[in-house]
Nanobody, 125 residues
Framework: QVQLVESGGGLVQAGGSLRLSCAAS????????MGWYRQAPGKQRELVAA???????NYVDSVKGRFTISRDNAKNTVYLQMNSLKPEDTGVYYC???????????????????WGKGTLVTVSS
């Protein structure tokens, strides 16, 4: 019924930039907080950046000043602009939505904790 699909990953040299997108599909009424997580090889998944429905943001210290999270509520899409990329930013980036309200069979319902399948970001030195 509802899916999150990431795009925009790829291979980039250190110092370069990438912009990730995550679009939610389905008969969506509203999306609560959204976030970007990453998982580097051999490491646990970590929260990189998050944004509330109202636009408040927070970032992990290692990306502050380099990454910017934003969202377009009309398009049900969240973005992650990544500048000054470093090799340690390499990993699979996952999109998350903590609550999505949507219509199913003409009735409004909701689901919790949605995840995309991830997009790979590789930063070469």
């Amino acid at each position: 019924q509802v899916q999150l699909v990431e795009s925009g990953g790829g291979l980039v040299q250190a110092g370069g930039s990438l912009r990730l997108s995550c679009a939610a599909s389905g008969r969506i009424f509203s999306i609560n907080a959204m976030g970007w997580y990453r998982q580097a090889p051999g490491k646990q998944r970590e929260l990189v950046a998050a944004i509330t429905a109202g636009g408040s943001t927070n970032y992990v210290d290692s990306v502050k000043g380099r990454f910017t999270i934003s969202r377009d509520n009309a398009k049900n899409t969240v973005y992650l602009q990544m500048n000054s990329l470093k090799p340690e930013d390499t990993g699979v980036y996952y999109c998350n939505a903590d609550r999505i309200d949507y219509y199913r069979d003409y009735r409004r319902t909701y689901g919790m904790d949605y995840w995309g399948k991830g997009t790979l970001v590789t930063v070469s030195s």
